[in-house]
């Protein structure tokens, strides 16, 4: 368990990381948003806490880079401007909790720990969706569009439903029918944002009702079945705030 902190002010810097320290919570330590973002890219981290206003590169901007790598790893905002415009910023941003300075001890830690408790609990949904997916391979056709004989290509991808597969010249890649069933939804779409609200009615069943982030933990693992560079994705972008979007000739 490791917390990400950057915070420009030294003193805040060191007070939040011997706080978190005491509590158990290990940190990685930066001055500015670059460094931050460096060190976010060498160590993936369990949380992170973020200064809004930074040298080099600010807070939200930070936020954005971040969530273009991981849609999924917590971020808390720190900023001194409590007003409501700024919070919402934040959160557009990405961000999933933010605390106006000055803030309590307390509080930070308990807002830190209800985060990873939340990020623990989505993780295990996920988990339990795809469970049910391999445990009932072709469950998921009833809930998911039908699906067309026909080979489909995403990139260098090439998609074959019948066969339940995708092929990347020799290599083989099995998938699940809602695998399979998400592809060709963001395929027939290709170009535009399909929400994540469309992608549980088309490829779970209207009565499939979970969290948001179950489903970006869901495109996580597909990513990593199919991407080249899964931290880069080509064939499943991500559009903040809406939910996934594939392009053409991508």
Request: proline residues 6%; glycine residues 6%.
């Amino acid at each position: 368990m490791t917390i990400l902190i950057a915070e420009d002010d030294p003193h805040l810097r060191n007070g939040i990381v011997d706080l978190l320290t005491l509590e158990g919570l290990p940190c990685l330590v930066a001055e500015d948003g670059v460094k931050a973002l460096a060190l976010f890219k060498q160590s993936r981290p369990d949380l992170c806490v973020f200064d809004v206003m930074m040298p080099n590169m600010d807070g939200l901007t930070l936020c954005r880079e971040i969530r273009r790598l991981d849609p999924l790893v917590p971020i808390l905002l720190l900023s001194a401007r409590g007003e409501e415009t700024d919070r919402v910023r934040g959160l557009d941003v990405g961000a999933d909790d933010y605390v106006a300075k000055p803030f309590g001890a307390r509080e930070l830690v308990a807002r830190i720990r209800a985060a990873l408790r939340r990020a623990k609990a989505q993780e295990v949904m996920a988990q339990e969706v795809m469970a049910q997916d391999t445990a009932e391979p072709n469950g998921a056709a009833t809930a998911a569009k039908p699906e067309p004989a026909a080979k489909a290509r995403m990139g260098d991808l090439e998609i074959d439903p019948k066969a339940m597969r995708a092929y990347r010249g020799d290599t083989k890649i099995d998938l699940t029918s809602r695998e399979v069933a998400i592809l060709l939804t963001l395929l027939e779409r290709q170009g535009q944002a399909v929400s994540r609200d469309e992608l549980f009615d088309l490829c779970w069943g209207r009565g499939f009702m979970p969290n948001s982030r179950a489903l970006d933990q869901y495109v996580s693992a597909l990513r990593k079945k199919i991407e080249l560079d899964p931290a880069n994705p080509r064939i499943i972008r991500t559009v903040h705030g809406v939910g996934y979007r594939h392009e053409a000739d991508e």
